[in-house]
């Protein structure tokens, strides 16, 4: 947790400019121009019960969080240390309670999958982060998926490539509004559903994760410096599996609102 002041930002990038070693993030900042000819937009997630907004700066999601799931993707649980890949912000799309969102099948995929996960988000960042500080990071959490197109992640990893492809895509990152944590509390443990056409297909619990949302914040933040609008994908059970045209998908976290998406 930090506050950048734009004199310090300047004073900053001047040292980076006359030679210092540091400040070259910075100095992308500082240069930023006040003019632009085009807008991009920024991604934002409704807060629930509150007219706000939830800035999203980046989004993470942790990879083989279940032992089962682990085991099914075809490695050892008890080994591997967690891991991560980014989604891009813009690939959020919200999924309003009590409404059936229209989510459009992807382009070039044949085995197009659901993953149900705990989407941490924070509102403090830092690094080195202890585990039994981490939760004060912590902003909210809703229910999300991280859709996949598993066929062309399945053929980047056998070549030993990026996944971008099978897992940044546009609309891969489905959520709910956020649930603030002073209302809803910290998530240990807890029914995790997924349903397609009313039949259960993933179904397990929170505390069967590996590694947990405090411990997954403190890894994160050894790797990458956390900055307030992270939000976290923790990682989904096992039993994921391939969606077509027409299903709809309900997924489910106990104490927290439902989503319910059309793959159209
Ligand atoms: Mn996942």
């Known amino acids: 947790m930090r506050t950048i002041r734009r004199r310090d930002v300047l004073k900053t990038a001047a040292a980076a400019v006359a030679g210092g070693a540091a400040g070259n993030a910075l100095l992308a900042q500082a240069q930023a121009p006040q003019r632009t000819p085009f807008t991009v937009a920024a991604t934002f997630i409704p807060?629930?019960?509150?007219?706000?907004?939830?800035?999203?700066r980046r989004i993470y999601c942790i990879g083989r969080n279940y032992a089962a799931h682990a085991r099914e993707m075809g490695s050892d649980p008890t080994r591997e240390p967690p891991f991560f890949f980014q989604k891009p912000t813009d690939a959020i799309q919200i999924a309003p309670p009590g409404e059936t969102i229209d989510h459009p099948y992807p382009t070039l995929t044949k085995n197009y999958h659901y993953e149900v996960e705990l989407v941490a988000a924070l509102a403090k960042g830092g690094r080195d982060i202890p585990v039994e500080r981490a939760l004060e990071l912590v902003f909210g959490y809703t229910v999300g998926l991280d859709m996949t197109r598993r066929d062309l992640q399945r053929a980047m990893g056998d070549e030993k490539k990026p996944w971008e492809i099978g897992k940044?895509?546009?609309?891969?990152?489905?959520?709910?509004?956020?649930?603030?944590?002073?209302?809803?509390?910290?998530?240990?443990q807890g029914v995790i559903w997924l349903k397609v056409n009313g039949q259960t297909k993933q179904n397990a619990n929170l505390n069967q994760m590996i590694w947990n949302v405090a411990e997954q914040v403190s890894n994160l933040s050894r790797a990458f410096e956390l900055m307030p609008g992270d939000i976290i994908y923790s990682g989904t059970?096992?039993?994921?599996?391939?969606?077509?045209?027409?299903?709809i998908m309900d997924a489910h976290i106990d104490g927290l609102p439902d989503l319910r998406v059309k793959v159209v």
């Open 47 to 56: 807060i629930a019960g509150s007219g706000e907004f939830f800035p999203v």
């Open 168 to 188: 940044s895509f546009d609309r891969s990152a489905v959520l709910g509004p956020l649930q603030p944590s002073s209302k809803v509390g910290h998530f240990a």
């Open 237 to 247: 059970p096992e039993n994921v599996g391939p969606v077509v045209k027409g299903d």
